[in-house]
Structures are given as C-alpha cells and as structure tokens.
C-alpha cells in the first residue's frame, strides 16, 4: 500500500511540474523535486496541452453564436492571445531564438548555441515569432467558422506528446539545462500509455482521413526537426523544443484549415 501511494503521489508531483513548466496555470508550490518525479513529468506532457485545448475551446464556446460568423477574425486573434497567455510565449521564445541562431550560427555549432544563449532577439527571430502568430489566427479563423472543425483545440495535444518523443530519444545538449537528464528518468511505460491515449483522443475528434494526415504531418516534421537539430547540435536544447511545438501546432492548423477548405469547394462543385 505504501508503495501505490508513493507511485500517486509521484504522479501527481509530476502533472504538477508538467503543468507548472508549459503553462502559466498556477500550480501548488511544491519545492525541489527529485530526478524521477521530473521524467515522470514528460508523460504529462499531453495533458499539459490537453488542459490548453480545453480551456481555448471553452473560452471560444461562451462566444455568442451570432457573433462569430462575421468576426470571425477577431476572434480567432483573441483566441491566438489567449493561446499565449497561457503558455508565457514560452515555446514562442524558442522559436525566435532558434531563429535567430539558426541563421546567425552559420553552420556553426558553438556560435548556435551562443545565440541560441542570447537573450536578444534578432530580426529572424522577430520574423518567426510574427510568421507562426500571423498563420495561426488565418488558420483559427477559417476552423472557428467551419461546421467540421470542433476539434482543432487537440493540435497542443498532437505537439506536447512529440515534445515528450523528443527526449527520450534525442540527446540534451546542455549539461545542467532545465531538460538535463529529463529522458533518462523517464517512465518508458507511463510514456506509451500516454501515446496511446493521445492517439485515442485524436482518433476520437478528427475523421479517419485527417487522422491519418495529420498523424503523417507530425511523423514527417518531427522527423526533419529532428535530423537539423542532430546534424546542427548533436542533440538539443529547450529553445529546440519550443520550436518545435510551434512548429507543429501552425503546421497541423494550417494543414486542416487547407483540407477541410478543399473539402468543402469539392464538395459544392460535385453538387
């Protein structure tokens, strides 16, 4: 008995560090924690994301209906703003300075990770950041207003459940960072239990063919994310990882935003 309530109690630290460190949700204060509660965190991931969806689609549900067919912008902006807020611009700081490193590190690893180390932001890294907010709102926009589109909160989902790949099967290349020695500790079991579940979940809210576009989009990105951070740095960072989020998130936006506006002019020309 001592021994499940030590495994509920770890897993409950662990939703609490997961949740602590990818949102702005306030969480109970719980102090140092040791190595296995923090890998225990990466299989909470997804729920990190699942609590961003809900609380997004939510917030877009007590919009009048009246109201969002003709602003729909609007509120696709207010919800992209939402959106950040409860990451912190977190995962956004990543991209602006992957960016940026990117670019100026020339192919350099050392002068990457310098960059990457900067707390400036450079104009590539200011472009990213306007870029992925820019698509995000144009995609929100169009699945605000489409009739099939009720499940396009899932996509912080979709990514976080990556970001959880990514260290367990990547190496992290900055010893002491926030990410140190994370996918070392983890629970290989909690961590599959996880996918599986999310894969449930997506299969749940999307139909059978953007299930299995939006599965081949997020296998296809995380594969090329994951051969420029190896090739570039060995391994990678925490910026790499919020990159990759977004990345991730515009792209399966975008992507069903592009589908089901394709679907539907199909679909008026066959009629």
């Known amino acids: 008995m001592s021994t499940t309530n030590s495994t509920i109690r770890e897993?409950?630290?662990?939703?609490?560090?997961?949740?602590?460190?990818?949102?702005?949700?306030?969480?109970?204060?719980?102090?140092?924690?040791?190595?296995?509660?923090?890998?225990?965190?990466?299989?909470?991931?997804?729920?990190?994301?699942?609590?961003?969806?809900?609380?997004?689609?939510?917030?877009?549900?007590?919009?009048?209906?009246?109201?969002?067919?003709?602003?729909?912008?609007?509120?696709?902006?207010?919800?992209?703003?939402?959106?950040?807020?409860?990451?912190g611009a977190l995962h956004l700081d990543g991209l602006a300075d992957c960016a940026d490193a990117w670019v100026g590190g020339m192919g350099d690893r050392k002068r990457t990770l310098a960059i990457m180390k900067d707390p400036a932001c450079g104009p590539m890294g200011v472009t990213a950041v306007v870029l992925t907010l820019l698509l995000k709102v144009a995609a929100l926009e169009t699945l605000l207003t489409h009739p099939a589109a009720g499940w396009w909160w899932l996509a912080p989902v979709a990514a976080r459940a990556m970001l959880s790949l990514a260290f367990i099967t990547l190496p992290y290349v900055r010893a002491g960072g926030m990410g140190d020695g994370l996918g070392a500790n983890a629970s290989r079991p909690g961590l599959t239990l996880a996918t599986l579940l999310v894969l449930t979940l997506l299969a749940l809210g999307l139909s059978t063919?953007?299930?299995?576009?939006?599965?081949?989009?997020?296998?296809?990105?995380?594969?090329?994310?994951?051969?420029?951070?190896?090739?570039?740095?060995?391994?990678?960072?925490?910026?790499?990882?919020?990159?990759?989020?977004?990345?991730?998130?515009?792209?399966?936006l975008v992507f069903a935003a592009l589908f089901l506006t394709a679907t539907s002019v199909a679909g008026s020309a066959a009629l």
Do not use: K, M, Q
Not at 34 to 61: C, D, E, F, K, Q
Not at 65 to 73: D, E, K
């Open 11 to 87: 897993e409950g630290l662990a939703l609490v560090v997961a949740i602590g460190l990818l949102t702005r949700i306030p969480v109970p204060r719980i102090g140092e924690v040791g190595p296995a509660v923090l890998g225990r965190s990466l299989h909470w991931y997804p729920v990190a994301g699942l609590i961003i969806g809900l609380i997004l689609v939510l917030t877009v549900a007590l919009v009048p209906g009246h109201f969002l067919p003709g602003n729909g912008l609007l509120v696709a902006a207010l919800t992209v703003t939402l959106w950040v807020a409860l990451t």
């Open 209 to 252: 063919t953007l299930w299995w576009l939006w599965l081949t989009l997020t296998v296809v990105l995380f594969a090329l994310w994951r051969l420029a951070v190896l090739r570039r740095l060995g391994g990678f960072t925490g910026d790499c990882a919020g990159a990759l989020v977004e990345l991730l998130e515009v792209a399966l």
